[in-house]
């Protein structure tokens, strides 16, 4: 075992590996027999018959395609909602970290209190108030394409989502080499244009993978809508069928399934992007340490 690998923790004798595969044994064991229990007590109720599972999985079913037809529209509006409140966080959340690295010491005061304010608080209650209060203060967005709830839920997922990106930037660009920020100003760029052509672009670069991996918190919270409103995301529209079909476990597990299959892909993405980020800084570091293909032998 590597010095790498046991950085957090003592590298493990020959007794206690012994324990830990005894111990994972039984773990596995007891996760097994309450499987076993479980799909005993749903086959009792009767919870596999294909007059519940028929709407969601055999297209011969009368309802099969009204289900997904339903389920897709959820799906659309879930992705709609998570990729506005991603864009928009994104966008404000740059400015932020920004603004909060070219203020003075006393002057990013209220920045970072305001930023502090947005991430200590949770989710759901941002979302209410968005949804719930706006239009109790007059903040009409009826007339917007998606509605009130919609845009509701945007400004809520945004409000927590943009603070957390703004320090997600903030760390990518603090992480540069101080030397970066010298050399643009020595060739002339001013403070702004520093920060726009040289920072951020590698900070993006370097911080993308904890960028779209953002995006599945993004997107899994846009089911918080339900506890709020009425609104068509993914949840909602099982929820509907539900009502309509009388099979909760069924839909819930379906549900459940393409909530993991689409965060899963956006994991698959976000590593695929590191991997290739790797592959690149590998490739410039031996490009730099080989030097220029300066011929060796006799001149002209």
């Not at 991430?119 to 968005?130: A, T």
């Amino acid at each position: 075992m590597s010095q790498q690998d046991t950085v957090l923790y003592d590298a493990q004798g020959p007794k206690a590996r012994r324990r830990t595969r005894i111990g994972t044994a039984i773990a596995v064991l007891v996760l097994i027999a309450l499987a076993v229990v479980v799909v005993l007590r749903l086959a009792e109720r009767d919870q596999f018959s294909m007059e519940l599972w028929g709407p969601l999985i055999n297209p011969g079913n009368e309802n099969f395609e009204l289900v997904w037809e339903v389920i897709g529209e959820g799906i659309v509006n879930t992705l709609k909602a998570a990729i506005v409140a991603m864009t928009l966080s994104v966008v404000i959340g740059t400015l932020i970290a920004v603004a909060r690295l070219s203020l003075g010491r006393f002057a990013r005061i209220p920045l970072i209190g305001f930023v502090e304010l947005f991430r200590g608080l949770p989710v759901v209650i941002l979302v209410y108030l968005s949804v719930r209060a706006l239009p109790d203060v007059g903040v009409d967005l009826s007339d917007w394409p998606g509605g009130q709830v919609f845009w509701g839920l945007i400004i809520g997922l945004t409000a927590y989502n943009m603070v957390i990106f703004a320090e997600v930037v903030r760390a990518g660009i603090a992480s540069l080499p101080r030397g970066q920020r010298e050399a643009a100003l020595a060739t002339g760029l001013t403070n702004g244009q520093t920060m726009r052509i040289v920072l951020l672009p590698q900070a993006f670069r370097i911080m993308l993978p904890a960028i779209i991996s953002q995006l599945v918190v993004v997107l899994k919270d846009t089911s918080l809508v339900v506890f709020v409103a009425n609104f068509d995301e993914l949840l909602s529209q099982g929820e509907s069928i539900i009502r309509n079909l009388g099979n909760p476990i069924q839909t819930f597990t379906v549900i459940a399934l393409l909530y993991i299959a689409i965060n899963y892909l956006l994991g698959r993405l976000a590593q695929y992007i590191q991997r290739r980020q790797g592959r690149a800084s590998t490739r410039a570091a031996e490009t730099t340490d080989a030097g220029p293909n300066v011929p060796v032998g006799g001149g002209a």
